[in-house]
């Protein structure tokens, strides 16, 4: 079991920043891998960023490519997303997860997740 808990969502304008932390605890030496997800009301979720938690290889999808940076802290079991140049588009539910086994830095948005936090929410006024 893996325990995840998400902090730091809020309300900003556009242009703003805002940082969103995760923290693992449990089993989190199974930890390969830590993601941060988006779901907005009526669309899909989607992933954001992923981090390998031995390499620390980064994936971004490409619409926050340049503005999001997602960052571990191995010793602490925190995964952090920081948000800069934050549009109203990127509202949203935002939730960190655990990669299963099958997750490879060449192929991201193939992999599994299998522990989920309970999400915090980001809005971004125009």
């Known amino acids: 079991q893996v325990r995840l808990v998400e902090s730091g969502g809020g309300l900003v304008h556009a242009g703003g920043s805002l940082r969103l932390s995760c923290a693992a605890s449990?089993?989190?030496?199974?930890?390969?891998?830590m993601g941060w997800f988006r779901q907005a009301p009526g669309k899909e979720r989607e992933i954001v960023a992923a981090i390998n938690w031995s390499r620390g290889t980064a994936y971004y999808v490409d619409s926050v490519k340049g503005r999001f940076t997602i960052s571990k802290d191995n010793a602490k079991n925190t995964v952090c997303l920081q948000m800069n140049s934050l549009k109203p588009e990127d509202t949203a539910s935002y939730y960190c997860?655990?990669?299963?086994?099958?997750?490879?830095?060449?192929?991201?948005?193939?992999?599994?997740?299998?522990?989920w936090g309970q999400g915090t929410q980001v809005t971004v006024s125009s």
């Open positions: 997860a655990k990669s299963l086994p099958n997750y490879a830095d060449y192929d991201v948005p193939s992999a599994s997740w299998d522990y």
């Open positions: 449990g089993r989190t030496f199974s930890i390969i891998a």
